[in-house]
């Protein structure tokens, strides 16, 4: 038997995953990674001689505990060839301190753009993209909706900052400015309410997940929410991320939906769209049936990094294969993989060679790095709507291309607040007035005499009934708008929910009304055929024959009464419409946001109407004149309707400006009283006053303090024993065991050496090569 052979020399990841804390991508990023060790270290064509494994500590995404776990990774056999982080905090730790032990740093997860420098972190890549590429999405689409101030809140975190000043930047070359800027360190509460106060709007959010879900339990609180506000966020998140049980939120599930509602977000596309087959032989399906087999069932909403799985399976797969391109240059110069230590800078740059000209189709994508390390790729654009995230649109920076699905849904729309039924009334009515014109212009050359009646009739009804729902729905609206918005001693009204079936029954008994008046018209004295005869006249030829002229009218016995009071009737709803539209024009409401268009229209209706009714009694022996008043009235009055109450509807339809709010529509308009002033007047005297009275007790807290400081320093100016300064002479001394290089390792050589995209090691006049480091300065990395 031939003896065994012996195991394949071991290459070692060491892995910052965060398996919790703030982020825990690891949760689900973990089980990709493994995934692709396994398929790595199986295939006969990539590094058949070595073993892949991954040595994996909890990061937490905390950068203090990053620290302690480094120096065990560091300080620990066996040697890592590679480092793999994976939120930005940590990797922004790691990456600044990895080139003191030539390590190369690759990250799955972090997105902080102060991470795309090449002189703070020569040795780093990322197979996620800079946060900054969101940036150019949101002005996209801030300049899409027509939007001109924005405001920001952040929590105080490196990655956030920078992320949100290239965002201010971005927005200031766009003409778009920032009118509230916001952050907080652990407790949003006071920004939050700083933003309500500030009366912002379109608000953009930078924030960690467990952060987000105490931000938006303030929105709740602030009700910093609904159709007057637009939230954009990270699209990183869990999908269920604001359904899950923190103990640091008081705040429901139901509360929670209700404030995250509509809110946007903008996310680097993760999982390659394409069914193709990457270098791992697997598609993107493929990848994420097996890794949901390798989760065991876990449900991806509630599995943290599950969407930046894939790139951390591309992370892995992308270091196999720059390990396996650095095989034959090593060997043809006698070296090895696994003569790699802290102290070898060759091996280092031979690996930062080969991933720095990576270029292949993994299953988040084309994975290629940029000349800071960062990767580049589409943005995509999803909302939340009803409770689950849907895909808006795909936005590619680099072709500045934005493909837009028009799926976008609003809170409480513009069409919606402006009770849309009614609106179907008004269009109903406009349709049958528009109808009755053509049983106007019949006579009876067209229709039997036996028939006529029934067009009489026909023409009666339509304009009747017509009047009734178009009018009477724009009269409506306009009624209550003046009963609830216009009467001081009716203020408490005002923040009353203006029930739709009130709007409903003032139609329904206006049109009432008007159906038993014709009803017991058209039983008591119905309308009949009535010939009007005109002086005979000789015909133009030579004929001894007389013409008889003759008129068919539609009339009843009392005509002259009933057109009496169906004119009086309608006369004063369009005279009390009129007053109404004019006592209204300079209120401002949501909850019937298009009165002024309504009254507009009514002001059309009513002077063509009063002038139409009279002139066609005069006119009525003058068939054509008569036809040609009455019918261009009521095509006129219809289309003006239409138009001034439809028009601007749709073209906020095809905008995508529906969920403007109040305030800005006001500034469009021209005309505006804002019905809150006396209430935001009222509670900002309140702050300040409350705001006065914390200044107050703040400073007798200084003062008493200065006291106390000035009593000890005067005290201490008394006895000073020399002894104090010798501690602190030693108090600052490092402790020597922390200077030691990790077990087992030559010290640092003296040679200088330097990175970059050519892959030369550290530069030899560079303050941060490892023979610039003060001794002072290495504990620090551990503390």
Known sequence: SHPAAPPAPALYIGALFPMSGGWPGGQACMPSAQMALDLVNNRSDILPDYELELIHYDSMCDPGEATKLLYDLLYTEPIKIVLMPGCSGVSTLVAEAARMWNLIVLSYGSSSPALSNRQRFPTFFRTHPSATLHNPTRVQLFQKWKWTRIATIQQTTEVFTSTLDDLEQRVKEAGIEISVRQSFLTDPAVAVKNLKRQDARIIVGLFYETEARKVFCEVFKEKLFGKKYVWFLIGWYADNWFKIKDPAVNCSVENMTEAVEGHVTTEIVMLNPETVRGVSNMTSQEFISALMSRLGGKNPEETGGFQEAPLAYDAVWALALALNKTVPPLKARGRRLEDFNYNNHDITAEIYRALNTSSFEGVSGQVVFDAQGSRMAMTLIEQLQGGSYKKIGYYDSSQKNLSWFGNDVWIGEYI??????????????????????????????????????????????????????AYGSMFTKIWWVHTLFTKKEEKKERKKHLEPWKLYATVGVLLAVDFLSLMVWQIVDPLHITVEKFTREAPKEDLDVLIQPLLEHCSSQKMNTWLGVVYGYKGLLLLLGIFLAYETKSVSTEKINDHRAVGMAIYNVAVLCLITAPVTMILSSQQDASFAFASLAVVFSAYITLVVLFVPKMRRLITRGEWQSEQQDTLKTGSSTNNNDEEKSRQLERENRELQKIIQEKEERVSALRNQLAERQALRSRRRPSSGQNQNHNASQPDPKSLLPPPGYPNPPTDNHSFSNSSALYPADSKMSRNHCHNSQIPLLYK
């Open 416 to 469: 919606q607040n402006s009770q849309p039924y009614l609106n179907n009334m008004t269009a109903a009515g406009c349709m049958m007035a528009l109808a009755a014109v053509f049983p106007l212009g019949i006579d009876g050359h067209h229709v039997h005499r036996s028939q006529f009646p029934v067009v009489c009739q026909f023409r009666l009804w339509l304009l009747g009934l017509g009047f009734s729902l």
